[in-house]
């Protein structure tokens, strides 16, 4: 799936992509996704198209450990978070949630907001109008939460195969 | 090329050579959680399936709010306690044992090269004994208590080495706030951090655990001691089942090694409101403060409580605060009740609760005003986070704790001893 880079600094904190005040009060998806970064750039709930992806610069997703931070972005139909490097808690939330995150400082130097850019996770490929940009693929657990949209989903299927469930 | 401590413990639970950056799916040791078990049984029942995977695996420790402060909160309670019945989970303990890390630690879990995660970010405190031990988040622990498996990224590792002879009244809390202060909040993200050097090995347990405790403070995914004789010495008698020891090669490869003298280190206070706002005592000295909190996971060890009985005994705290004391466990509770530290720190004028988290995280008792100020041995000083939102926290050492608690005012430990 192609989309359009939207592309954003250093430490972009849980706050910023999603407010603390709504995390006991938007509890559905599509709420969520109107609330998305609106304290950093408040034209990015409004024009986000699915497809589109993030690309940031280092530390992204630090602060809270809320899983809304991660599900608000997915809920807009972003297919990929880009960055130098991701909080720890965000990054397992992000994947536990179905949303992939990809450390690809390469791609962070060249790519601009607005560039054409296509997720190939399969062949661990970001391909885009400035060029194409390789990371290493994720291992096939990680592709089948990723796919299954999240953990909790991916185990009730892997529990399902296993006959267990 | 060898392995580091991290690396070697993920080779061996997938059976193959690992190294940093690799994702691996693994089946942890133990499992820890605690009052959040409701929120994760919910997650669980979600899943579908009747029975946890390995019931022995989990550990659940009831300590965030102990005895329950409401209706709600006895109602978690509740669950939990159901479903451990329902599950047959043997390792439960409930409300009057203690926190978590400090409960885990003293039942022989935290053991030398076990892979531990816990629903809880300061599950890192295991590291102590040579544990690779990491926080996670509910969803994950709901799964794992169906699947028995988990994923992880093979952590880099950032090396500490330390050297020299801490100062009397100078505290391993000081260390770890120092060390912090100068990478940041973000300096390990991810990464494993090791603790080693001279200064290190010196180091008593319960001083070892308060740095693992606080590597969650500068990101750490883990953080570890290479067990020596005096962790062995410790876990005697304790440990749950049998163990391995597990270090770094000598060729490991660390992706930063920084080298710190502590013969010449003050005392130091982190400042409100992030845990990397460090300052040494001196330059904050004569601030102001409400009420002191001697305790918790980071701070309320048989140690801790000595170092305050040095400088309380027979003496009163300052009319101008409250001090409240808060054993880690059952086990340093009754000792320190034993030694009759804890009728000194009473007389003193401090008030003893029961082992627990609540004031830590602003949930049970011990409660901030607007405009208040805390001065506390705990591992976060977030806005807001014992109390009103107007509220301030510094955190420091016992000893700088105990002195400035004489005060009413915080003040350098050093001359107190």
């Given amino acids: 799936m192609k989309g359009k880079v939207w592309k954003y600094g250093d430490n972009i904190n849980t706050d910023v992509l999603f407010p603390g005040k709504y995390t006991y009060t938007l509890m559905s998806p599509e709420e969520m996704a109107k609330h998305a970064l609106e304290d950093l750039d408040p034209d990015f709930a409004s024009q986000v198209k699915p497809g589109d992806v993030i690309v940031a610069g280092r530390n992204f997703g630090c602060g809270s450990s809320r899983e809304q931070a991660a599900a608000c972005l997915k809920a807009a139909g972003v297919q990929a978070v880009v960055a130098r490097s991701f909080a720890r808690i965000y990054y397992r939330n992000a994947i536990n949630l179905g949303l992939p995150v990809i450390q690809c400082p390469e791609a962070v130097d060249v790519l601009e907001k607005g560039d054409e850019i296509e997720v190939d996770l399969a062949a661990g490929e970001i391909r885009s109008s400035k060029g194409n940009f390789s990371f290493p693929p994720f291992p096939d657990s990680v592709i089948g939460i990723l796919k299954a949209g999240g953990l909790i989903a991916y185990t009730r299927e892997k529990l399902k195969e296993k006959g267990v469930l | 090329m060898g392995q580091t401590l991290s690396e070697k413990i993920l080779s061996r639970k997938v059976g193959r050579q690992v190294k940093a950056n690799e994702v691996v799916t693994?089946?942890?040791?133990?499992?820890?959680?605690?009052?959040?078990?409701?929120?994760?049984?919910?997650?669980?029942?979600?899943?579908?399936?009747?029975?946890?995977?390995?019931?022995?695996?989990?550990?659940?420790?009831?300590?965030?709010?102990?005895?329950?402060?409401?209706?709600?909160?006895?109602?978690?309670?509740?669950?939990?306690?159901?479903?451990?019945?329902?599950?047959?989970?043997?390792?439960?303990?409930?409300?009057?044992?203690?926190?978590?890390?400090?409960?885990?630690?003293?039942?022989?879990?935290?053991?030398?090269?076990?892979?531990?995660?816990?629903?809880?970010?300061?599950?890192?405190?295991y590291g102590a004994f040579g544990a690779m031990a990491i926080?996670?988040?509910?969803?994950?622990?709901?799964?794992?208590?169906?699947?028995?498996?988990?994923?992880?990224?093979?952590?880099?590792?950032?090396?500490?080495?330390?050297?020299?002879?801490?100062?009397?009244?100078?505290?391993?809390?000081?260390?770890?706030?120092?060390?912090?202060?100068?990478?940041?909040?973000?300096?390990?993200?991810?990464?494993?951090?090791?603790?080693?050097?001279?200064?290190?090995s010196s180091l008593s347990i319960d001083s070892r655990m308060v740095m693992t405790n606080m590597a969650a403070e500068m990101g750490a995914k883990n953080g570890y001691f290479e067990p020596d004789d005096l962790c062995l010495d410790w876990l005697k008698n304790r440990a749950k089942k049998e163990f391995e020891i597990i270090h770094s090669d000598p060729d490991a490869h660390y992706e930063a090694i920084y080298e710190?003298?502590?013969?010449?280190?003050?005392?130091?206070?982190?400042?409100p409101h992030s845990v990397d706002n460090v300052k040494p005592v001196t330059e904050v000295a004569g601030t102001i403060f409400h009420q002191a909190l001697l305790g918790t996971c980071t701070n309320g060890r048989l140690e801790d409580l000595e170092i305050a009985v040095k400088?309380?005994?027979?003496?009163?705290?300052?009319?101008?605060?409250?001090?409240?004391?808060?054993?880690?466990?059952?086990?340093?509770?009754?000792?320190?009740?034993?030694?009759?530290?804890?009728?000194?720190?009473?007389?003193?004028?401090?008030?003893?609760?029961?082992?627990?988290?609540?004031?830590?995280?602003?949930?049970?008792?011990?409660?901030?005003?607007?405009?208040?100020?805390?001065?506390?041995?705990?591992?976060?000083?977030?806005?807001?986070?014992?109390?009103?939102?107007?509220?301030?926290?510094?955190?420091?050492?016992?000893?700088?704790?105990?002195?400035s608690a004489l005060e009413g005012k915080i003040v350098d430990p050093r001359s107190y001893l």
């Fill in chain 2, 26 to 125: 693994v089946s942890p040791d133990y499992i820890l959680s605690h009052d959040n078990s409701a929120a994760i049984i919910q997650e669980f029942k979600e899943i579908g399936l009747k029975k946890v995977a390995a019931p022995e695996k989990i550990v659940i420790v009831l300590d965030h709010v102990v005895p329950a402060a409401s209706e709600k909160h006895a109602l978690n309670h509740k669950i939990i306690r159901e479903f451990v019945e329902e599950q047959k989970i043997p390792h439960f303990f409930d409300i009057d044992a203690g926190v978590c890390h400090q409960v885990f630690s003293e039942q022989g879990f935290a053991l030398p090269g076990l892979l531990i995660v816990g629903s809880d970010s300061h599950t890192t405190t």
């Fill in chain 2, 135 to 200: 926080g996670i988040g509910r969803t994950e622990t709901a799964s794992i208590w169906a699947t028995d498996e988990i994923w992880l990224r093979v952590p880099e590792t950032i090396k500490f080495v330390l050297k020299g002879k801490l100062q009397l009244g100078v505290m391993s809390k000081d260390v770890i706030l120092r060390l912090i202060g100068d990478v940041g909040a973000e300096g390990a993200n991810y990464k494993a951090v090791e603790f080693s050097g001279e200064a290190s």
């Fill in chain 2, 260 to 271: 710190y003298d502590l013969s010449n280190l003050e005392p130091q206070v982190a400042c």
């Fill in chain 2, 311 to 403: 400088i309380l005994e027979g003496k009163k705290i300052s009319r101008r605060i409250r001090m409240l004391v808060l054993p880690a466990s059952k086990e340093v509770y009754l000792e320190a009740l034993k030694r009759g530290w804890l009728a000194i720190l009473y007389e003193a004028g401090a008030v003893i609760l029961n082992p627990g988290c609540g004031p830590c995280l602003g949930a049970h008792m011990g409660i901030l005003a607007p405009g208040e100020v805390a001065l506390s041995t705990a591992n976060r000083n977030f806005k807001g986070r014992m109390g009103s939102r107007d509220s301030a926290i510094y955190l420091a050492s016992p000893a700088t704790l105990a002195a």
